[in-house]
Structure formats: structure tokens, C-alpha cells
């Protein structure tokens, strides 16, 4: 497959990992579609299901559904909104644009998708209920999509990033909690989001023909202690 035919699709790529990924399948060749979210806000059904109708027969070969939040909060105190804004961003709207924009692989017989997870899929801190379980829910949702498009040769994985250098990260915890992260992490350092682009960028390229429905994990060893 040439990449000079192949279209990529990135949720949440204005900034993060994300923005990393971008310019990573840039440099692989591939031409990147990075929706801002006043095309696509994955928080609202109605704009998710508009920006499927409008995109279903564009020649999209690669899906990177990245974009994620995270409202962290004891679960007695979370809010309802906060809940179900949580899985419908980090859920809800992958499972839509995976069901609504894979027409043209399955056509092409070709395609990758990966749904950026969290180490927080497998293992948990307190205020990470919405979150964990969202992210849980990516996993599962990646694995059925593996054995349901295995046959159009359509290779679904999840990654799962451990503690990652962004704003996301800075955002929700402390400059002493990153202290403590850093301590808790083999390696000795959080990852630089290029190290998770270079996976996907592993994941989605021909290099990978026979990795369906797994969840790659890259941690620095953080789940292993
Ligand atoms: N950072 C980490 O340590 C870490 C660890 C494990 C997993 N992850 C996962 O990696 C992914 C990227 O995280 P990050 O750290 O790069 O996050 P980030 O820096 O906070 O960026 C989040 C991205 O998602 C987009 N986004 C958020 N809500 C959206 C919505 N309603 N509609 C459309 N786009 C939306 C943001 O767009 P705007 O610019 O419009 O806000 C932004 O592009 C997420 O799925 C996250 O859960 C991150």
C-alpha cells in the first residue's frame, strides 16, 4: 500500500500526544486530517454524528481515535455530566467514528486503527473512576473490532501510555505528585509524547500486519512494580 494514497484521521490533534502524532504520520507520508473541535466536538452526539455523515466517503485508511479528557474526582462527588461527558469522549464518539467512518477500509480491504488508552485501563488510582472506566471500555471495544474487521484486514489496537509529559498530565497533578510519579516509574522519568508516536506510528504502518486487538502498553515499567 502506498502512503501517498493513505488518509489519516487524528482525533484531538491540536495539541499533546496528539499534535505528536500528527507530524509523525506526516513525516511516515500520510496525509492527516486533525479536526479542531469546533468541526468535531466528540462531547456532543449530534456534532460526532454530522461529522460522519459529512466525511463517510472520504478515503480514510488510518483512524487514530486520540482526543481524551479526564475530570478527576472522588466518586462520590462526581458529577453525572462529568460522567457521561467522560465516556462519551473517551468511549462513546470512538466507538461512533469507528462504526460510521470505516466504510472505505473494509471496501479497500485495508486499514489501521488505533484508540490511545491509558495504563489507568489495567490499573487505577483514587479519582480516576470515569476515566478508568472509559478507558477500560476502549479496550474492549478495541479487542470486538479486531475480530469483527480481521476479515476486511483492518488491524485494531489500543495504546496505553503510562504517565506522558502534556498538559493533561500537568493539569492533573500537582507539581509534588509529579515528584512522586517520577519516583514510582522504572525508568526513572515520564515518557516524551514523541515515544508514544512512534509506536503508533509502528502500529498503523505495514511493519505491523499480523498485531489485531491488543493493548500495547508503554509505561516505563510503572505497572510492572
Ligand atoms: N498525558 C498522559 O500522561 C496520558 C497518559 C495516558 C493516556 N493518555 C491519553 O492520551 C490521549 C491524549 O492525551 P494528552 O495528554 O495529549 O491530552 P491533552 O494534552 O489534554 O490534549 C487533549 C486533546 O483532546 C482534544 N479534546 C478534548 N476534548 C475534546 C472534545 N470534546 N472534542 C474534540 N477534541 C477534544 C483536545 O482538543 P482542544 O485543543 O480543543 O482542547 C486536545 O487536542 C488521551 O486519550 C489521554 O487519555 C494521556
Given at each position: 500500500m502506498e502512503h501517498c494514497e493513505l488518509l489519516a484521521l487524528v482525533t484531538g490533534?491540536?495539541?499533546?500526544i496528539g499534535r505528536i502524532i500528527c507530524e509523525q504520520l506526516q513525516k511516515d507520508g500520510y496525509q492527516v486530517l486533525a479536526p479542531s473541535r469546533s468541526e468535531?466536538?466528540?462531547?456532543?452526539i449530534e456534532t460526532v454524528k454530522n461529522y460522519i455523515s459529512k466525511n463517510?466517503?472520504?478515503?480514510?485508511s488510518i483512524l487514530i481515535n486520540n482526543a481524551g479528557i479526564n475530570f478527576p474526582a472522588p466518586i462520590e462527588n462526581i458529577l453525572l455530566d462529568q460522567w457521561q461527558s467522560t465516556l462519551q469522549v473517551n468511549l462513546t464518539s470512538p466507538f461512533m467514528l469507528i462504526q460510521g467512518l470505516t466504510q472505505h477500509m473494509k471496501k479497500q480491504r485495508y486499514g489501521r486503527i488505533v484508540n490511545i488508552s491509558s495504563v489507568f485501563s489495567f490499573v487505577t488510582r483514587e479519582n480516576r473512576a470515569a476515566y478508568s472506566a472509559a478507558k477500560s471500555g476502549l479496550n474492549g471495544l478495541t479487542r470486538t473490532a479486531a475480530v469483527e474487521f480481521g476479515p476486511y484486514n483492518i488491524l485494531v489496537n489500543s495504546v496505553c501510555p503510562g504517565y506522558i509529559d502534556t498538559a493533561l498530565t500537568r493539569q492533573n497533578n500537582s507539581p509534588e505528585q509529579i515528584k512522586t510519579i517520577i519516583e514510582s516509574i522504572p525508568l526513572g522519568r515520564m515518557a516524551d509524547a514523541v515515544e508514544i508516536a512512534e509506536l503508533v506510528s509502528f502500529l498503523t504502518?505495514?511493519?505491523?500486519?499480523y498485531i489485531t486487538g491488543h493493548t500495547v502498553v508503554a509505561d516505563g515499567g510503572f505497572t510492572c512494580k
Open positions: 490533534g491540536s495539541r499533546g468535531l466536538d466528540l462531547a456532543n463517510k466517503n472520504r478515503p480514510i504502518s505495514d511493519k505491523n500486519s
